[in-house]
Each structure stands twice: as structure tokens, then as C-alpha cells.
């Protein structure tokens, strides 16, 4: 599928904090190989991001959102969602990550995963600079932790509780149905949730092998320590909270018990 034949038909939404240099090698990636396209930036800094990029040196049809403080990844992502809604009404929303970096076409590839297979979201390969794969979707384990998958197992929907956000293409009709991403998580595991319930209400996703995208990570938050890890043990008492049943809680009880210890050791750690 060449890309011009959907052009209006999606929206990217970038969520960015403090990754200037990240965010500005990502709208060069999306200059090349998406020109012309629209293009949500929410920026969650105090100030102006005109102060630190300069849009119009991008070929985007680019709509900045100045946030005035940090409101949170799931807060961006949704009133990114809802301006691209108010402005072009796109069909499909593409939440990338400002670590995002690629230098081949594969949206396309998305898009007919998600016409094909009739899948209500879809993301590509997330892969690390080195070339290894990072993830291709995750499980979720019954004590409350997270176990990525690297391989893809047959249609990738028996393997998989879920899709990593940070290069995430989804039906925005679905999205907005769903309400999109809990802002109570803030950052961190709101996507976990956003699938949970999705396959709770019957919503089938995968990931699309045949595309992939380079992931540098940590871009925001190596320099988030303590709030990252506060965040970890606040959101998974709250994941836990929204999606556990009574008989999980009978039957993995001192091992969820034992994986919040972790959590609560991690955050007193992240202090030193």
C-alpha cells in the first residue's frame, strides 16, 4: 500500500517532555519517509516548544499542544487524540514515542495488519539500536509483572495480554469507545490496561512482523528515577485493583504480595 493513499486517513500523536534532541531526529523520520502528513506533538514541558524546535523546518502538517507541565503520558496521548479527532477526524491514530527512530516505511504494513486480520490495534517490531528485538508484545503474569515476548507465536493472539505504546497504531473509533488510556496511571502500564480491557470487550491485536521501528528507550525517564518508580508501585495497585479477580487474589496472593515488596524496594532505592 503506498502511504498517500491513506494520508488523510491518519494521525500521528507524539507525547514529549524533556527529549528535545529525540523528538527533533523523529520528525526528520517522519519528514522523509510520512511528508505531508498530520502531526499531534503534545508537549508536556513549562515552556513553549517553539522555543526549542523549529516545526516549519519539518514537511508535516504539524499542531503543537503546550501543555504547561507535565501532565502524563496517558493526559498527552488522549488530548493529542482528541485534537487529531477535532482538526482531520482520522480513522487511525499512530502514538509514537519521541525515542522512536526508523528509516523505512512501515505504517503501511500496519494498516493492512489491522484491515486484514480485523485487528483493532497493531504495533511493528520494537527493536533496540543494536538490532535485537525489545519486544513484540507482552503477557501478563498472575503475581502482577510483565513478561515481553521476542518471537512471534502463530497469530500472535494466544501469546500476547498486550501492545507496547510507544509505536502504537489503532483504530481511533475504538479508542474513543474505549476512552482511551486511564489518566490515573499518569505514565507507565496505562497501555498494560488499555489492552486488558480490550480483550475483555472481545478486541483482537497483534503484532505486525512484517515492519519494525528502532526504540532507544529511556529517553524520558532516565531522568524521572524516583517518579518512575513511585509510578510502578502506584500503578500496579491500581492495575491489580481494576483487573484482578477475587480468585486471583486466593490463589497468587503471596506472590502479588511479594512482587509489591520488589516495587516498594525499587522505590526506596531510586532515593540513593
Not at 160 to 181: E, P, W, Y
Amino acid at each position: 500500500m503506498n502511504t498517500k493513499n491513506f494520508q488523510h486517513n491518519i494521525s500521528f500523536v507524539i507525547p514529549t517532555l524533556n527529549n528535545t534532541d529525540g523528538l527533533k531526529d523523529l520528525l526528520m523520520d517522519l519528514s522523509k519517509i510520512y511528508s505531508g502528513m498530520h502531526v499531534v506533538i503534545v508537549n508536556n514541558r513549562k515552556s513553549s516548544l517553539h522555543d526549542s524546535v523549529d516545526i516549519a523546518a519539518y514537511k508535516l502538517q504539524i499542531v503543537v499542544l503546550d501543555q504547561g507541565r507535565n501532565t502524563g503520558f496517558a493526559k498527552a496521548c488522549n488530548d493529542g487524540a482528541k485534537t487529531s479527532r477535532e482538526l482531520w477526524d482520522s480513522q487511525y491514530l499512530i502514538f509514537l514515542n519521541d525515542d522512536i527512530r526508523f528509516t523505512t516505511e512501515w505504517l503501511s504494513d500496519c494498516i493492512d495488519s489491522l484491515k486484514n486480520k480485523k485487528w483493532f490495534a497493531t504495533t511493528p517490531v520494537l527493536k533496540k539500536p543494536d538490532g535485537t528485538v525489545e519486544n513484540m508484545g507482552y503477557k501478563v503474569l498472575p503475581q502482577g509483572k510483565i513478561e515481553l515476548k521476542f518471537q512471534a507465536i502463530g497469530s500472535m493472539l494466544q501469546g500476547i495480554d498486550g501492545l507496547t505504546a510507544a509505536a502504537l497504531v489503532i483504530n481511533s473509533r475504538d479508542f474513543f469507545l474505549m476512552k482511551g488510556f486511564d489518566e490515573r496511571f499518569f505514565a507507565y502500564l496505562e497501555d498494560v490496561d488499555l489492552f486488558l480491557r480490550a480483550k475483555k470487550n472481545g478486541k483482537k491485536f497483534g503484532t505486525t512482523t512484517d515492519a519494525f521501528v528502532i526504540h532507544q528507550g529511556q529517553g524520558t525517564s532516565s531522568s524521572m528515577k524516583v517518579m518512575k518508580a513511585w509510578l510502578d508501585v502506584k500503578n500496579w495497585y491500581l492495575l491489580i485493583y481494576k483487573h484482578w479477580k477475587r480468585e486471583d487474589y486466593l490463589k497468587h496472593g503471596v506472590d502479588i504480595a511479594t512482587e509489591r515488596l520488589r516495587n516498594i524496594s525499587g522505590l526506596l532505592k531510586s532515593f540513593f
